[in-house]
């Protein structure tokens, strides 16, 4: 069965720091891997996505992601936080076997960005 | 281009009725999957439907159903509601078809509150 695992509730990080958001998953095969944002009392917003190629993407508002085949992970980064990237995080999967867009998310991390 | 809307926004019902939740998928879209949103559970797949069909299902008893309209809008419906059923209801849209690879684009969500 499919799986994603966010294994920390809540990351806190000094404004201006680099801050990590873990992401592992359960998926055989080549899986889609996703990383989606949500600000309070709104939807999710897409981050970034990583679908073949080169392990390292990149994506909105200066975040990026490592793909570890190995390691079954794909964290999310970011080199200096702002305090507006205080949200909530969701890592995501996919497994293109399975055809369509059936998506299967992480419990979410909330990161907090103190000034 | 218009996002994807969802109507209502806020919803309260009590134990026993039926409710359905509309979404309106961004121009273009034939993709539409419906999440359930809660603290405790996350974000949790419903079902996908493309081209008026569903294309996928998640793991929600039966009383959770689902249609698309040939305009691609779509309705989730729920019938003799729970206290458990109390969540956000997030509808989510994609070109569809093709590759399984584009990301989600999420509707703000109907908060559904069940007494």
């Known amino acids: ?115 | 281009k218009a996002g994807v809307t969802q109507t209502p926004r806020y919803l309260i019902k009590t134990r026993g009725q039926q409710v359905t939740l509309s979404c309106s998928p961004i121009s273009g879209h034939r993709s539409v999957s419906w999440y359930q949103q809660t603290p405790g559970q996350g974000l949790q797949f419903l079902f996908e439907y493309f081209s008026e069909t569903q294309r996928n299902k998640g793991n929600f008893p039966g009383r959770f159903s689902g249609r698309q309209f040939s305009n691609s809008r779509s309705e989730m419906n729920v019938s003799t509601l729970e206290l458990g059923d109390s969540a956000l209801y997030l509808c989510a849209s994609t070109p569809g078809g093709g590759s399984a690879n584009y990301e989600q684009y999420f509707g703000p969500g109907t908060r559904l509150t069940v007494t």
Not at chain 1, 28 to 46: E, K
Not at chain 1, 58 to 72: H, I, L, M, R
Not at chain 1, 95 to 107: E, H, N, Q, S, Y
């Open chain 1, 1 to 115: 069965a499919q799986s994603v695992a966010q294994p920390e509730d809540q990351v806190n990080v000094a404004e201006g720091n680099p801050l990590t958001v873990k992401c592992t998953y359960s998926v055989s095969g080549n899986p889609y891997l996703f990383w989606y944002v949500q600000y309070p009392n709104r939807g999710l917003q897409f981050l970034l996505k990583y679908i073949t190629g080169d392990n390292l993407v990149k994506g909105s508002y200066g975040f990026e992601a490592e793909f570890n085949k190995s390691q079954t992970s794909f964290h999310l980064k970011k080199p200096s936080a702002l305090v507006s990237d205080s949200a909530l995080y969701f890592c995501a999967v996919r497994d293109p076997r399975t055809g369509g867009f059936k998506t299967i998310f992480g419990a979410g991390t909330r990161l907090f960005v103190k000034a």
